[in-house]
């Protein structure tokens, strides 16, 4: 069984910094993509950047150069620096990880997320 544990939300204020930090652990495939969407209440996740694990890498346009994905790929561990945070930031974030398996079936899977509040 597959399980995603994130840490490293919490509040922040403008301008301030995160890393959040993702594990995921039981039976991982490789190769695989990992990263991070984000969520608001009444609007659809949306990806803020993602990572296979042979360092594709795959940003939200809001992104803008703020934030920076990163892998260890032997702990399989995923990391999303965020500099220069905005109010709009605020969301839940939730790790993400896709086993890029030929089988249609294969579904990804996602972490239970972590609440990222920008304000002062």
């Known amino acids: 069984q597959v399980r995603l544990v994130e840490s490293g939300g919490g509040l922040v204020q403008p301008g301030g910094s995160l890393r959040l930090s993702c594990e995921v652990s039981?039976?991982?495939?490789?190769?695989?993509?990992m990263g991070w969407y984000r969520q608001v209440p009444g609007k659809a996740r949306e990806v803020v950047a993602t990572?296979?694990?042979?360092?594709?890498?795959r940003y939200g346009e809001f992104v803008k150069g703020r934030f920076t994905v990163s892998r260890d790929n032997a702990k399989n561990m995923v990391f999303l620096q965020m500099n220069s945070l905005e109010p709009e930031d605020t969301a839940t974030y939730f790790c993400?990880?896709?086993?890029?398996?030929?089988?249609?079936?294969?579904?990804?899977?996602w972490g239970q997320g972590t609440q990222v509040t920008v304000s002062s």
């Open positions: 993400y990880y896709n086993p890029l398996t030929l089988t249609p079936s294969t579904t990804p899977y």
């Open positions: 990572s296979t694990n042979r360092r594709s890498i």
């Open positions: 039981g039976s991982v495939f490789n190769p695989n993509v």
